[in-house]
């Protein structure tokens, strides 16, 4: 069965500090998704990021950097220099392709709490 | 171009009322889903709609929990009657293509408090 954990239940960090999400996951597929999802105080997941697991190339969009290992089954997060607006509930999700083919469906992690303080 | 629209936002009721909420997905997203968020979880799929087929309802509660998506559109969740335990946030989502594999868009959410 697939599982993704996020041991990271809160943290807070300065405005302009860098800070890394974990998120571990389990599966007994070679084919699967790994996502990231931000859910801010409004309420709706807001999409971040899809690598599927063929794909180990890390990846920057601005501020934000992916680092998927499947040699330690994790796919964590980085911001770097956070401003207040990052404050949100970050999701780590998976999706197993092979054994659900035709049912897929999202697992998501427990989710981080990330506090900016100014 | 208009997002995943859900309501009502805000739901209270007393134990064993009943009670719906509405989604109206993004024009085109074939496929629907929605979700059940309790307090400091990530969301849970309850059911999946492609058009308005539920491909994928075994975490839905059947003897008390009842959607449709009739014209493959816009759907609702049904709880009658609503537990204690009921109380959290359903979320809707929509995507278009293979579920597993593509991103979706969620609403806002409905919270619904059961006192």
């Known amino acids: 069965a697939q599982k993704v954990t996020q041991a990271q239940t809160e943290i807070s960090v300065v405005e302009k500090e860098d800070v890394t999400l974990d998120c571990v996951y389990e599966?007994?597929?070679?084919?699967?998704?790994l996502f990231w999802y931000k859910q801010p105080p409004s309420g709706e997941l807001v999409f971040l990021i899809r690598r599927n697991s063929f794909d180990e190339q890390n990846e920057i969009s601005g501020r934000y950097s992916w680092n998927f290992q499947k040699s330690t089954s994790s796919f964590n997060f980085t911001i770097t220099a956070s401003q207040v607006v990052d404050s949100a509930v970050y999701f780590c999700?998976?999706?197993?392709?092979?054994?659900?083919?035709?049912?897929?469906?999202?697992?998501f992690g427990t989710g981080t709490r990330l506090t900016i303080i100014p | 171009e208009a997002g995943v629209v859900q309501s009502p936002r805000y739901k209270i009721i007393e134990k064993k009322q009943p009670v719906a909420f509405w989604c109206n997905p993004i024009?085109?997203?074939?496929?629907l889903y929605w979700y059940l968020q309790n307090l400091g979880q990530g969301p849970e799929l309850l059911i999946r709609y492609e058009n308005e087929e539920a491909v994928d309802d075994s975490q839905l509660p059947k003897d008390r929990f009842s959607a449709e998506r009739l014209k493959g559109v816009d759907s609702t969740l049904k709880i009658q009657p609503a537990e204690l335990g009921d109380s959290a946030v359903y979320l809707c989502?929509?995507?278009?293509?293979?579920?597993?594999?593509?991103?979706?868009?969620f609403g806002p959410g409905t919270r619904l408090t059961v006192l």
């Open positions: 024009s085109g997203h074939n496929t």
């Open positions: 989502a929509s995507s278009q293509g293979l579920a597993g594999a593509v991103k979706q868009f």
């Open positions: 599966t007994r597929d070679t084919t699967y998704y």
């Open positions: 999700a998976l999706s197993e392709l092979w054994s659900n083919f035709g049912n897929e469906k999202l697992t």
